[in-house]
């Protein structure tokens, strides 16, 4: 069963404006990961940000979790044109079952020239 | 460095038969694993492995077997393909499961018809 959900599906946007991505989930995790994937490729690691911090950066990406509302935030600032591409939250949860990460649908963003 | 290496890039099956898909790292990661990614539902894992001479099922396994003889290889066998199957699946590995960034391969797109 899915444990991250994606808001929005999909989101477009001009050049040079930021971007934000939501994730919801329902269990305690122990951490929550971010994962970009350009048409026809793999998915690429962005950011891991465990449970017990709060916010965490990486060049022009920030990444926030909020553990008591089970939601985490992707802010990309000034995007580019490379920066199109889906973008997957991603759970490591806490509460047993199968050891793996626990993907959303995703949000597609696109960003317009 | 090669990373994680799947093959093939694309197969087209018919209803009934079986076949196995490759992957293979060099990084010397414990934990390899397989997604499945269908439209509008993400990542869905398969299959997972801590270990030369473990493995275990994710979400959806049924369909599927996998084996890990050594550090680097983890083949996952389509024992008689299903139109259901049709779907692009990812190879993914990491230092230890979920408690660390995966690293994903190009993925192989199947069609059963």
């Known amino acids: 069963s899915q444990q991250g959900e994606e808001d929005p599906q999909a989101l477009s946007i001009q050049e040079g404006e930021n971007a934000t991505m939501n994730c919801s989930y329902k269990t305690s995790i122990n951490n929550l990961q971010w994962y970009r994937q350009n048409s026809g490729r793999g998915l690429v690691h962005l950011i891991l940000i465990r449970s017990n911090e709060r916010e965490k950066h990486s060049g022009r990406l920030r990444v926030t979790l909020d553990t008591s509302k089970k939601s985490s935030s992707l802010l990309i600032t000034a995007s580019r044109a490379a920066d199109t591409a889906s973008y997957f939250c991603?759970?490591?949860?806490?509460?047993?079952?199968?050891?793996?990460?626990?993907f959303g649908k995703g949000t597609h963003l696109i960003i317009q020239p | 460095n090669a990373g994680v290496t799947q093959t093939p890039k694309f197969q087209v099956l018919k209803t009934g038969q079986s076949m196995t898909l490759q992957c293979a790292q060099d990084m010397n990661h414990e934990y390899m694993s397989w997604y499945r990614q269908d439209p509008g539902m993400g990542l869905r894992l398969i299959h997972y492995s801590v270990g030369a001479g473990i493995t275990d099922q994710g979400e959806v396994p049924n369909g599927y077997n996998v084996s890990r003889s050594t550090t680097e290889d983890f083949p996952l066998r389509l024992l008689s393909a299903a139109p259901s199957q049709t779907s692009v699946y990812f190879c993914?590995?990491?230092?230890?499961?979920?408690?660390?960034?995966?690293?994903f391969g190009n993925g192989t797109r199947l069609t059963v018809t």
């Open positions: 991603a759970t490591d949860d806490s509460g047993g079952g199968a050891d793996g990460l626990t």
């Open positions: 993914a590995s990491s230092y230890s499961g979920g408690h660390s960034p995966l690293h």
